[in-house]
C-alpha cells in the first residue's frame, strides 16, 4: 500500500501554510502564501476572506504535487485558524458582507463599553471565561448586525452565516452554497464570548445579551472527529480536525498532561497551560478557554495569556517604518548595537492583553536620547516581546501556584535566535524549541491523523517530540530586575492614553 | 561564440535608466524611453524585482534602484534570512537523518554556522550557533569552497592546519577534492576536523543558482558512514533533498 500522509492548513494572520507530514510527524511539503492587510482606519483590521480562499486553493494542490503525494494517499486534513476573527457571509451566494474583522480589530471599543456598563455584564466572564472586550467575536458580530443594513433580519431568517476562519473554509471545502458544512469546533467557539464554558454550547443569556440571532452559528463541534469530506480542491479527503492556531500549538507540542505549557510567536504571542478536565478560574488577567476535545471524551482545558503584539511588532517596523526589508533582519539590524541604548517600546497598538486588559492603551517609545539608533530601535522590537512575556509568566506563576520550570516555544519567531536567548534570560528559565517549528501545524495534522486512527492515540504522538534547540538564561540578575523596572515604567506610559470621546 | 543576450541588454539599459534618473519611473516611461513594448519592459522589471535589483513603490506603482544594488558583492542573502527560511528544511533533516543538522556561510575564510537543529535524541546538547569552523576541514566548508571561488582566497597557498591524520592539508590536495565535489554536487568528511566524527554537506542556491550557503549533518563516524568507510548512501540523498527543497524556497528555480 502505498504511504499515507495527513495534510494541515494553517489559516494564519499574516499567511495560510499547507503542510504535509508522516507518520513521524515529520514535515514532507510546505507551500504558504501571505494574503493582504487592510488597515482602512485607526484601530481596523480587515482580510479578504475570498482571497485567503484563493490562497488556499492554489496551496493546496501546490502541496501535494511538492511532496508528489496522490489525494488518495491523504489519511485527513486537520485545520488551524486565526482565532476570533469574524465573518458573515451570505449562505446563499457564498459571498462575504464584509471583509473579515480580524481579532486585533478595536472599533468595537465604544461598543463593549456600552455592554460593560449593563448590569447583566457580570454574567458574561462567569459563563464563557473570557473578560468583555473587544478581541473576542461577539461584539464584532453585533457591530456588524448594527452597521449592515437589513443584515439582523436576514441573520434571523438563517440567509447569513456567521463563522470564523475554519468555519469558511470548511464550509466552502464541503461544498459552499451547495450543502456546505457549517460548524466550528469548541476551542474557536470558546473565544466567541457566546459559549457556555462548562456545556460547550451555545448561550442563550449571552445571545440575549450580545443581540446575537441563533441561526447564525455555526454548529458546536469536538476539535477531532470526522466532520465530512471535502467536495473541492481536495476531494473525497475526510476533514479530521478544526482547532484555534494556539490551541492547535498546545496539541502539537504535546502539552496533554494538566500544568504542561507552551508559548508560540507569531503575529501575537500566545502562553496556554493545560489544566486538564477542570476550567480554572484566573485572579491574574488570564483567560480560561477550551484546549481540545478528542471525539467524544471530556475537553480538556487551558489557562491563556494572550500577548496582542510581538511579530506584529516586527511586521511594522518592516512595512510602517520601513527599515528593513524582512522581518528576521531585524536580528541583524539589532545585533548591530550591544544593548537597547536606554529604549524601551510598548507595542500597544491595539491596547495591552494579558495581563493588563487596557483597551484604551496606545504604543509608546520611551527613552529616546539622540544617542539611539535604529539598532536600538531594533533591540527594543525584540525586547518588547521578551518582556511582555515575562509579564504573563509571572502571571500564570501566580494563578497555578507552579513556578515554570522551562519554557517550550514555537512559531515564526522563534527563528530568531537573539530573541530566543533574550526570552531566556528575562525569565531566567531555559527557552526550548521543539524538532518542528511549525507547530501549530502539525498539532492540526496530530489531531486530524487521531480521528481517523492514522495515530492510535496521544502517548504515541508524545514520542514524536524532540529538542531541537535550547537557549539557556545568561543575564546578570542585577540587569534583569532593573531592566525589568524599566519596561514596567514604559508600561505605565501606555495606560489612559485614548480619552472618551467628549 | 554566440552573440550577445537582448534580455540582459536591455535589463541593463533599465538600471542605467533607473540610476540616471532622479525620480521613480513608471513601466510606461520606461519602456518610452527604451523604446520597448510595455509588456517587455514590464517582463524585465518583473525579474530585476525579483532578484532585488529595482524596487517598485507599492502606492505608485513606479520603480527605483533596489537596495541589493548598493551592497552588491557583500552581503547577498542575510544570514538570519537564511536561518528562518531553511528552518523547516533544517529540522525535517534532522527528524530524516536523525542527526544533528547545521547550516554555514562563509566569513572571513571561515565557515560561520548560522543555524543549529540538535540531534534528536533529547541528550545535552548546546547550540553552536555563531561559532567558525575551518573551511577545508569541514564538509560544509568544503561544500562552500568548491561553489564560492572567492571563499578560498583567504587560505593562502601555504600548507593547510592539520586536526587530524586525516585533514587535506596540501593545497593541490584540496584543489583536487573540490573539484571532485563540484562534480557529484555534495561534500563529506571522514575524521577529517576529530576522530570519530564525520559530516555531509550540500549547497544551497539563491536565486540564479549563486551558492549562499551550505546544509549539512555530522556525527559518529560509524552513523554517517557505511562498512567501508564510505558515507552513507541514504544520507547522502536526505541531505541533498533538503538542500535542494531550501533552494527551491529561496528561488533557485532549477533546484
Ligand atoms: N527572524 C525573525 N525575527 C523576528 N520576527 C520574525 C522573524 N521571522 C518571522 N517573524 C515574525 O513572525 C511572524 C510570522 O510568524 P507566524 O508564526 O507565521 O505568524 P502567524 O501565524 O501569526 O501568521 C511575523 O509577524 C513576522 O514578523
Ligand atoms: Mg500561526
Redesign the pocket.
Known sequence: MATRYVMSI?Q????TRCIIFDQQGRLVSVTQREHRQHFPQPGWVEHDAVEIWRNLERIAPEALRQAGVGLEQVAAIGIAN?RETTLVWDRNTGVPLRRAIVWQDTRTTALVDELAARPEASMVQKRCGLPLATYFSAPRIRWLLDDVPGLRERAERGEVLFGTMESWLIWNLTGGPDGGLHLTDVTNASRTLLMDLTTLEWDDDLLDFFGVPRAMLPQIRPSTETYGVARTVLPGVRIGAALG?QQAALFGQTCFAPGEAKC?????GFLLLNTGKDPVRSTHGLLTTVGYQVGAEPAVYALEAPIAVT??L??WF?DGLGLINS??E??TLAKTVDDNGGCYIVPAFAGLFAPHWRSEARGVIVGLTSYITKGHLARAV?EATAWQTREVVDAMNADSGLDLRVLKVD???T??NL?MQCIADVLDVPVVRPMVAET?SLGAAYAAGLAVGYWPDLEGLRRNWHRAAQWLPAMDPARRESEYDNWRRAVERTFGWLQPRR | MPGPVQSIQRGAAILRLLARSSGKLGVGEIATSLGLPRGTAHGLLRTLQLVGFVEQDSATGKYQLGAALLHLGTSYLDV?ELR?RAINWADALAARSCESVKIGTVLDGQVLVVHHVFRPDDTLQTLDVGSLMPMHATALGKVLLAFDSGAGAALGNGPLEAFTRRTIVAPKDLTRSLAGIREVGWAAQVEEMTVGEAGIAAPIRGHGGLVVGAIGISGAVERICDAKGQPNTALVTFVRDAARAVSRDLGAARW
Do not use: C, K, W
Open positions: 494553517d494564519g494572520t499574516t499567511s486565526q492556531d508560540t510567536y507569531g503575529t501575537g511579530g506584529a516586527v511586521q518592516r522581518a528576521p531585524i536580528e525584540l512559531g515564526g519567531m527563528a530568531d530573541l501549530v | 538570519n528562518s
